[in-house]
């Protein structure tokens, strides 16, 4: 497999100014094993990310997608915890994607990760269809006309859905999964009707949901769903995950997702 590159409807150069101190943070996470640069006042990875890369199961042979990939923190953080066969990770914003590149080749994964700047509806030109055993994704969350716009068009692009919706990223996943793949995503829990009957119409189905609390007495607020493609119609239902404590702090789970103890 090619080594990590940027790629835009062609293969084009990274982008200098990737390590302007000004304007980016190289911050290190999972006790220390991953780096990570990020724009110092851009879109930043937040919680989600990290309940992503640690409730998704990863197989060592499976071939891997992540639609919308931003820094690469998730689809790097699945690449330490499993050698994995490919690695690729699509994401619109060029700036975004240059800085996932970076960040391949500074944890030394450059030989193993491939990176696309593209918008992931194109996936059909670039792809031939079921190559890939699992993509994940964290999608934005909000509708285009719903809540305030970031002014900040790399955060409003991260969490509008301003380049498209939610049943865009499902149906460009079923598109590259083979059959018996998977798809993992986070998602708000307010907004599990519409992942639900957006992936059955893309011909996924929900095959395990872990509903994700901040604390034991809060409502969910987010939720990991896994799909199957072609796969039978049992749903696991999983324990409650919960974020903090009452008395303040991450849980023990949260804790081994936070510090890379999968």
Request: aromatic share 6%; proline share 5%; hydrophobic share 40%.
């Amino acid at each position: 497999m090619p080594g990590s590159m940027l790629v835009a409807r062609g293969e084009v150069n990274l982008d200098g100014g990737v390590n302007d101190g000004d304007a980016v943070t190289c911050d290190r996470l999972f006790q220390g094993n991953l780096s990570l640069y990020q724009d110092r006042r851009g879109y930043r990875f937040s919680i989600d990310a990290v309940l992503l890369a640690g409730l998704t199961r990863v197989r060592a042979t499976d071939r891997i997608m992540e639609l919308g990939t931003g820094c690469g923190v998730v689809l790097l953080a699945l690449a330490m915890r499993q050698a994995g066969s490919q690695w690729v990770g699509v994401e619109i914003q060029k700036h975004l994607a240059a800085l996932a590149v970076k960040n391949a080749e500074i944890n030394g994964l450059a030989d193993r990760v491939r990176i696309l700047c593209m918008d992931w509806k194109d996936v059909q030109e670039v792809f031939p269809p079921e190559g890939f055993d699992l993509v994940v994704s964290n999608p934005p969350y909000r509708r285009l006309r719903s809540g305030r716009m970031n002014p900040n068009l790399q955060k409003a692009m991260a969490r509008h859905e301003i380049c498209g919706a939610v049943q865009d990223m499902l149906q460009s996943a079923s598109y590259l999964l083979r059959k018996g793949g998977r798809l993992a995503v986070i998602y708000p829990a307010s907004r599990l009707d519409d992942l639900v009957m957006a992936s059955m119409q893309a011909g996924l189905r929900p095959k395990r949901l872990t509903l994700i609390h901040s604390h034991h007495d809060a409502p969910a607020k987010l939720v990991h769903m896994e799909c199957g493609k072609g796969s039978g119609q049992e749903l696991q239902v999983m324990p409650p995950f919960f974020i903090y404590q009452k008395i303040g702090g991450y849980t023990p789970a949260m804790l081994r997702l936070h510090t890379g103890c999968w």
